[in-house]
Structure formats: structure tokens, C-alpha cells
T-cell receptor
């Protein structure tokens, strides 16, 4: 059974701090990794994708991938109250765009003003 | 602004009714997906399609069917709605070359 695991949280950080969200996956052959943000009552929104080992930065967001450890993380710098949401880690275990993506259960983040 | 549009935001249907959920995307994406999201169960894949008239079962296809007659439209059909199909239904699309999903705004279906 292919799995994606995340700490459910809630993770609370003060405004301006770095929020660190972690995700592990079971399928060593996985190729593509994604982070989605989901506000309460809304649909998920893609915020980061990463395909190779290392760091990928986009504004205040940094995704980190370590395929050897089967670990992907999302760092949010200078956290803002508007970052309060559930963050879903998603892994495409295959080589095609329509392979069944596996979503983690999500980590709830609360940024305290 | 690219979009995935779901026809209804909220829907209330009676047990036994046939229910149609419509999804339209304007991004010329090849792949389209239907998920349901329930508290504690996360996102679960119902059906997906990687081309017109093609459909594949996801993890929980029982009680559902789909139709994709045009590239931009992917419909989810609940053949005979039951109360355990009360859920948030999310449509998503992706291109063949970019694996990230764009989600629609969702349809919250209540079956009474």
C-alpha cells in the first residue's frame, strides 16, 4: 500500500517565524511531489511542485526533497496569519501525469498574530 | 485566469435520485479527476480520465459513473444517491506535461 504521511497538527507558529511542514512517502520510485494549500471550506490550491533532490524556492516558500530518505518538506518564511490553512502533501508515484496521485492527510497550520 | 468550473457550489438531493455533477476546464488539459473529501478520510479518487471518452476507476468508484464526451467537460453521475454519498466533491485537471492539479471550487452535496 503506497502511503503519504504527514503530521496532522495543528502546528502553531508566531507571526514572522518559519513554519516547517514535513511529509514522508513509502514508494521509493516516486517522481513528482506537490504541496497544496487548502483554506477552510475551500478547494486545494497548488503552491509548490518539486521533481529533483534539493531545494526549490518560490517567494516565501521553499520545498525540499530528499529521495534517499523519502522525505519532502515545505518551509514558509516570515509566516503570516493568511498562511493559516491545511497543507496537503501529494506524491505521484508513477511516470505519467495521470498516475494516481496519493494525497497525505494534511497538516493544519495556525499562524498566531 | 485559468479555471476549473463546477456547476454547483451547494446541492441537496433526495435518496434514490440520479445526480449529475458537471466540471468544465478552460486550460485544454488532457487529464481530469473527480475526488471526494470527507473529514478524517482526506481526498479519495473516484474516477479519472486522461483523454476524451476514456475513463479509469479510482479508489472508490462504487455508486458512481462518469462521462467525458468533450475534452473540456467531465461529468460525475451518482446513479442512485444515498446518504453515504453526502460529501464535498472536487474536480481537478492537469496537463500531460505538468503534473500539478488545478481544482475547481467544489460541490458540497447533501443527500437527504
Amino acid at each position: 500500500q503506497k502511503e503519504v504521511e504527514q503530521n496532522s497538527g495543528p502546528l502553531s507558529v508566531p507571526e514572522g517565524a518559519i513554519a516547517s511542514l514535513n511529509c514522508t512517502y513509502s514508494d521509493r520510485g516516486s517522481q513528482s511531489f506537490f504541496w497544496y494549500r487548502q483554506y477552510s471550506g475551500k478547494s486545494p490550491e497548488l503552491i509548490m511542485s518539486i521533481y529533483s533532490n534539493g531545494d526549490k524556492e518560490d517567494g516565501r516558500f521553499t520545498a525540499q526533497l530528499n529521495k534517499a530518505s523519502q522525505y519532502v518538506s515545505l518551509l514558509i518564511r516570515d509566516s503570516q496569519p493568511s498562511d493559516s490553512a491545511t497543507y496537503l502533501c501529494a506524491v505521484n508515484p508513477g511516470k505519467t501525469s495521470y498516475d494516481k496521485v496519493i494525497f497525505g492527510p494534511g497538516t493544519s497550520l495556525s499562524v498566531i498574530p | 485566469d485559468v479555471k476549473v468550473t463546477q456547476s454547483s457550489r451547494y446541492l441537496v438531493k433526495r435518496t434514490g435520485e440520479k445526480v449529475f455533477l458537471e466540471c468544465v476546464q478552460d486550460m485544454d488539459h488532457e487529464n481530469m479527476f473527480w475526488y471526494r473529501q470527507d473529514p478524517g478520510l482526506g481526498l479519495r479518487l473516484i474516477y479519472f480520465s486522461y483523454d476524451v471518452k476514456m475513463k479509469e476507476k479510482g479508489d472508490i468508484p462504487e455508486g458512481y459513473s462518469v462521462s467525458r464526451e468533450k475534452k473540456e467537460r467531465f461529468s460525475l453521475i451518482l446513479e442512485s444517491a444515498s446518504t453515504n454519498q453526502t460529501s464535498m466533491y472536487l474536480c481537478a485537471s492537469s496537463s500531460r506535461n505538468n503534473y500539478g492539479y488545478t481544482f475547481g471550487s467544489g460541490t458540497r452535496l447533501t443527500v437527504v
